[in-house]
């Protein structure tokens, strides 16, 4: 998984006008914090926090707030009702030695044998859950939908990748080929044909 490196400012917290001052700025404010570390409050410019949240992708932080370094993912982002621009993010630090959770997107290869047959794919997830080191991770999950079927459908239970697992549960469906009535209108030529 790709690493980004941010840097950001220490902020004082506490009024609503440093909030707002902050924000005047083109800064957003933030916090980083957990696995036993001490909560600090920063503020890093609006279109490098764009960077993380305008992309499909999931990145690993390395947060450099005035100097003090940390490993960090994007938590929570909070955002205008009405202009969309973001008001607050957080940011959890990670270990390197402990599995993370993280959303990756899936990316479907492969030609499937259903849609060849006239049939229809029907991508359900985008993305899925995984837990894993952060050295483990991957940018995104593919998956093979050469071999699918019409009527039939791969579900998180049925994707195996080394050294990650996934979180989702196991029945969660990720894609699925769906008949159409090109497919039926095949089955029952090809059916008449034999007949004959």
Do not use: W
């Amino acid at each position: 998984m790709k690493h980004l490196t941010i840097s950001g400012s220490k902020r004082t917290t506490g009024s609503k006008a440093d909030v707002r001052a902050t924000r005047k700025e083109g800064k957003v404010p933030c916090v980083v914090y957990g696995n036993g570390t001490e909560n600090i409050a920063f503020a890093i410019d609006e279109k490098e926090l764009k960077t993380l949240t305008h992309t499909p992708y999931c990145h690993i932080v390395d947060l450099d707030v005035d100097g003090t370094k940390c490993t960090a993912l994007l938590g929570e982002v909070q955002y205008h009702p009405v202009t969309d621009r973001a008001l607050h993010a957080d940011f959890l630090v990670v270990d390197e030695k402990k599995p993370v959770v993280v959303e990756v997107p899936v990316i479907i290869t492969g030609n499937s044998v259903g849609v060849k047959a006239g049939g229809k794919l029907q991508v359900s997830r985008r993305k899925l859950r995984i837990s894993g080191l952060i050295e483990n991770l991957p940018d995104d999950l593919t998956v093979d939908v050469t071999n699918l079927a019409i009527g039939k459908r791969i579900t998180a239970g049925d994707l195996k990748f080394d050294k990650i697992a996934i979180v989702n549960p196991k029945a969660t469906i990720v894609v699925s080929c769906l008949s159409t009535r090109n497919a039926v209108a095949a089955a029952e030529g090809e059916s008449a044909e034999a007949a004959e």
